[in-house]
């Protein structure tokens, strides 16, 4: 069946340390997305990408970085530069018309 | 800007009632496209129902509705016969452009459901 794979599901990380969240979609879908989600409050964009080789900030870039070398993978990487980085993370993918994301099940970062 | 907005932190109903969730917009394009999530404790987001800005009809998917009021700049979600699986996190959401993909959705604060037996 066809979705998104985020791994892995929780993960744990030391101040000062990067780490890379990944991504997978066999939807052959063309854009795809990360959303940060913390307690209590709605999904917030951090990076999402439209093609290959292109992506764009969204409203919480910062601390954050991505890559898009091939369709089906949209790697983050959380960055020691994140002040605040605990938080789960959730990937999209979508095609273009009248339909909402596909989402995965997500990661959930803690900082240690 | 854009904005969404979602009143009700959470809400109780009865098993087989109705329930109407509230989420009310603000965005000055005149094409965008509507959105309800629904995150269960596991934490996935599913998308429930889409409502564009030029239609003229509500949306309708199963036991789910959109009472797209335009010149309110409101979006409800209401959910028929209300089940116990239909506990959950539901959130509203607005991509601006019409038939595409790759522009950003924003998303409200979202509201808690509790389906009470």
């Known amino acids: 069946d066809g979705g998104i794979t985020q791994s892995p599901k929780y993960l744990f990380r030391k101040e000062g340390q990067n780490v890379t969240l990944s991504c997978e979609q066999n939807l052959n879908h063309d854009a795809m997305y990360w959303y940060r989600q913390d307690p209590g409050q709605g999904l917030r964009l951090i990076y999402y990408s439209q093609i290959v080789n292109d992506f764009q900030k969204g409203d919480i870039a910062e601390g954050y970085s991505v890559s898009r070398e091939k369709k089906e993978s949209f790697p983050l990487t959380v960055t020691s530069a994140q002040k605040n980085p605990t938080a789960f993370y959730l990937c999209?993918?979508?095609?273009?018309?009248?339909?909402?994301?596909?989402f995965g099940s997500g990661t959930r970062l803690t900082v240690v | 800007a854009q904005k969404i907005t979602q009143t009700q932190p959470g809400m109780f109903v009865q098993e087989k009632e109705a329930v109407t969730l509230d989420c009310t917009y603000d965005t000055s394009d005149q094409s965008y496209g509507l959105f309800w999530y629904k995150q269960p404790s596991s934490g996935e987001m599913i998308f429930l129902i889409y409502?564009?800005?030029?239609?003229?009809q509500n949306a309708t998917e199963g036991r789910y509705s959109l009472n797209f009021q335009k010149a309110r700049k409101s979006a409800n979600l209401v959910i028929s016969a209300s089940q116990l699986g239909d506990s959950a996190m539901y959130f509203c959401?607005?991509?601006?452009?019409?038939?595409?993909?790759?522009?950003?959705?924003?998303f409200g604060a979202g509201t808690r459901l509790f389906v009470k037996a």
């Open positions: 999209a993918s979508t095609r273009t018309g009248r339909v909402g994301y596909t």
């Open positions: 409502q564009g800005s030029y239609d003229e």
């Open positions: 959401a607005m991509r601006e452009g019409r038939h595409t993909g790759g522009f950003k959705t924003i």
